[in-house]
């Protein structure tokens, strides 16, 4: 049970998510409140679009409550597009190459949740990723096979309908090999032009997924909160788990539905596995 | 606020002592339930003697509960004497060299506490350190200055008036100092021989600190775990916090005391700060 | 371009072997004389055989002569039967999950060398290993593919048969996808009562690998090697490179060919592999 | 024997000074072709000055050539002003608070050489340290110990001043404890606003040295680099160590001189230890 946050929007300082507001990705690093597990304390990881349209990513197996270089370089490296993710491993060792978020090209992705006894699963999803793309594959989790089956699917095409399409294969495989339940997940991913974010499980609660309100909303709210008073009006935040404990912050993503964050009108839909 | 535990009996596999028991030292690195710090995630260390008269050190600077290296050695490594250490910096960096227990020649010495303001009284402390030793200091850390301060006051001759005069030391610098309840402590240390463990606190509650009863207690109240089953009468475990739930098995050691668990007849004694 | 070493004999304390020898594993590491690579700095590893059929392993992913755990371990642990392993990684992570040896139950597996375009070839390696194998794969190193194979093949069975067996696959796959010159190999595997040693290349030169010649004579070339005084007759060292210059106290291993060094009579035989 | 570059100059790339040139910092870290050791794999650090005055850090554990973090950043972080640093140590631990450049508010500062005997001067000369900056010291190299000393004397407001004084004291101090040739260094600070490179020692050759000659002299001998060709006229590179083989680029700077690069007129002066 990972942790994760997106933004998009003026252009900001890594610190000014990670470290600075009440209940911060960091802080959640060491005391989540929500989710099965509350440390996440195994890797971490920080993407953000500069001037390239190829992001930038630094990821760290240590906790990230601990990691000096994440706060120098939260101190000097702005963007208008990040995304940051803590890691609670469910037993695939602590090593770079497991720690989102994942990147193809211009792509970005991460995840919260898990592919139910992936284990068992592993291969069979594994042959099914695209022959090009199968050699890439550098760690030995379940959401670098998922991005790779979304990108097998055409993720770089239509991102919503691929997700789809990995997802409802991942059901069709488990269902085969009778494991129930075997998909948990919020998944956030980018290209650098649009975030979109997903919750949907299977059967049963997704993992908690937030976005913020209306910037005027969450400068009303956080009075106190100096960044926020120079946030351009579409600025906007997706979060497994609110950075504060006002109300009228964060609105929760509806389970079955994806959003998508975009210039001009965001959008939110329902989001249904394929077959 | 870290946690820490030394055992002295028949020789034990690792693994018996840190990860099997029900709420053993590994669980309580994501878990634990004593002290301030619910998690103890910034480094961690063993030490244990074996057939040389100089102890064996193994140390990492990520969580314990993510080292495979520890858990495999943990399975491999028998000993007579351990130490176990779980860090949480408070505020230091995390290296090995701030990682306990700390050694020199035959001895160990681990600690959980802190000398409060130590930035302010670092540079005094550390100029009452002797000049043959000054130069051995690696971290940056109150303990490993509070171990040199108790080398220099003669710990190898006699540990327990070497301990006393460290403290009254720090508390006497403190006072110069204005700064108030220097010193909360309890601290391991051991030659290979015997274990000496102190519990104190310049003012207030000092750290938690328990020591195992009989053997055959132990064996009645946990008659599930197997390890107790073969152990000699004599064998000992000091915990900063216990590793399991049920009553009868561990007693509190009385603040402003130290015991020695020794070959022959243990003790238990009054700790007195000498100036 | 990795170095390697691997013993059985009188117990020694992995010191003996690691730090003690004139141009020792972990000088090699700084200071490599034969092959492509003069530093193997990209993560080493360590196994031994001690009470348990099953060896105990120490990995890192700092270069070998930096690790202070390694230089601990090395005083304290003593074993029969001990392989170690220094990287020099042709391209993939330095990561735990990517250093040798390699362990499956009993067996420890570890290489120099490559698998020639493992990237072009490693999704039809990959597919090729047992399906109750294939989720067990942790790293991204062709030497792990190469271990899975070896083992789908009966490496458990009849170990030259099935590394013959699998070097056989992967030139045949090769050969398919046009790579020339698939495999150069030296190859050391161990299930706790023998290690076979390997050494070959598809074309050309494989890498370079020697054995130690009779203790007496070992004795006799480095009269000032204390450990080598009490070594019992048998002992048997297999070396990517000579711990040492002398003349006398090294057999080349001959191409395509393998060793087997177990209690009894040690034997020498060809390697062909087999399609 | 570390290697080192400083950049003052249009801004640029991380990567163009760290990757792009034929035999660069990277290379050297593998393969140092002057000074005593040909790894610098102990360690590394990068800093540099962007919007704010106080520069940015990032330090590794790792070898300079497997950080794939520090890959990644090069890609992305652009500066006017940057210093580089590979680390081989001289005994001290490999860890953060031990790798170069070291900061103090806006100042940075980075070193090749050693203080001869170090170990058995450090507390006289740990004792000379500012007892407000006493505190602050995170490691345990000289070299942190020579930039406290230079900040004692006065590094802030006259750094060439300060540092000769510092020189004449470590000096003075080895003086007394029968040390001879206790200085050989290159350093390298700054503030932001000028780089300050100082090539001294007591006796004999002092660490290698150089300075990139006028841009348009680089551009002329090095025509396929293209970061040359857009480099304003007052570029200037200072390294230990030439980034190419060809005559003409590159000035070594005398023994017992120091550089100052700024805006405006650089220059050239002798340095004289003070006591």
Redesign the interface.
Known sequence: MCRWLAYSGSPLFLEDLLYKPEHSLIDQS??ARLGVE??N??GFGVAWY???PFP????????AW?D??LR??S???RSPLIFAHIRA?TG??????NCHPFRHGRWLWMHNGQIARF??L??EL??AIH?SL??D????TDTEVFFFLALTFGLEDDPPAAVERAVGFIESVARANRVEEPVRMSVALSNGDAIWAFRYSTVGEPPSLYFSTKVETLRQTYPDVEVFKTLAAESRLVVSEPLGSRKGAWNEMPRSHYGVIQPGQDALRPFIPRE
Chains 1, 2, 3, 4 share one sequence.
């Open positions: 060491l005391h509350t440390t304390g195994d500069a001037e390239e930038a990513v630094y990821k760290g197996v240590d906790p601990n000096r270089n120098e370089l101190r000097h490296i491993s695939t060792p602590v090593q770079q190459s284990h068992d592993k291969r594994s042959l022959p199968y050699a594959i550098e760690g030995s």
